[in-house]
């Protein structure tokens, strides 16, 4: 939010500067009410009780976020190869955005979008581990769509040369040449991978996992995205961990997933394993488990 806070307040100046078509209303309730997310969520983190969530601030989870540097520039050979032509064609593409955006059909919210591609992927190289590769999604898909309506000038160009081999009609061939080679590839292996790859096999199975467990079980998870869809799919209370030396003592079951970088403490053996989903139970947990299961007639 903050990041596109700054792309409001660019085109804001802009259209202050020169068009003027922006009304000061439209300025201060997207203000107001970004103001009053920040501040309620402020709000609600510091009156929550951080010994029922064990859960650090947001500002001192995304402080790496905030410090400037230049990791990002020294990256192995074979990735920057890897996106050479990819950011290539983006930055083509939105350079041939910039005047229809701001020039020929001036639209405040489609600058405000053509921005936000820049002001992420500056945010991306020089505040971040780098390693998120998730906060490029909206800089790409931006630039992607601005691809579309320069490919479509290429064809244009390549249509009005009637035959004609000039210096223009080369660059609009290489750049759709480079367009399909850049794109095609990806999307068809993208898409084959979507078809034959189940993703979510392993939380379908915790879920049936999780539905069959006694209602009175505490439950904790050092994964914070299994806790809103468990709650979502199940109705099961699901604490969030990032000190996990608290579960053999609060909790019955702890579901740890191996895409976390911190592994648990040996509470016990694995009781059981719904692909990177480790479930984890203390021995008194599973020795009052047995003791249910011989009591039953």
């Known amino acids: ?22 009304p000061h209303r439209a300025v ?6 970004l103001a009053l997310v920040m501040v309620a969520w402020q709000a609600y983190e510091a009156l929550s009780s951080p010994a029922a969530t064990d859960r650090p601030s947001t500002l001192l989870y995304y402080r790496h976020s905030l410090i400037f540097g230049w990791e990002a520039l020294v990256q192995p050979r074979d990735r920057w190869l890897d ?15 910039v005047p229809r955006v ?16 820049p002001l992420f992927a500056f945010w991306w190289l020089f505040f971040t581990p780098h390693h998120i590769y998730r906060y490029l999604w909206y800089s790409g898909v931006i630039a992607a769509m ?21 210096p223009r009609v ?7 040449a480079l367009i399909f080679f850049a794109y095609a590839p990806r999307l068809v292996e993208k898409g084959w991978y979507v078809l034959s790859n189940d993703q979510a096999a392993p939380d379908r199975a915790l879920a049936g996992y999780v539905e069959k467990l006694p ?26 961990l990032f000190n996990p030396d608290a579960a053999a003592a609060s909790h019955d079951v702890l ?43």
């Open 1 to 22: 939010m903050l990041v596109c806070a700054f792309a409001f307040v660019g085109v804001w100046l802009y259209d202050r500067a020169t068009f003027r078509r922006i």
């Open 28 to 33: 201060l309730v997207p203000a107001l009410a």
């Open 83 to 97: 996106w050479f032509l990819p950011v290539l064609l983006a930055v083509f593409a939105l350079s041939h955005g």
């Open 102 to 117: 701001f020039r020929e059909r001036y639209d405040p919210p489609l600058a405000v979008l053509f921005l936000i591609a």
């Open 146 to 166: 601005f691809t579309g309506p320069f490919a479509l000038a290429c064809f244009r160009v390549i249509a009005r040369s009637r035959h004609a081999v000039r």
């Open 170 to 176: 080369l660059a609009a061939a290489a750049a759709v």
């Open 215 to 240: 209602r009175h079980t505490r439950i904790a998870t050092t994964y914070w995205p299994a806790e809103r869809w468990i709650n979502f799919t199940s109705q099961r209370e699901v604490h969030v």
């Open 255 to 297: 579901i740890h997933s191996e895409r976390v970088q911190s592994l648990p403490p040996p509470i016990s053996a694995p009781a059981q394993r719904f692909g990177h989903y480790v479930i984890y139970r203390p021995a008194r947990y599973q020795a009052a488990e047995r003791f249910e299961e011989a009591a039953r007639p």
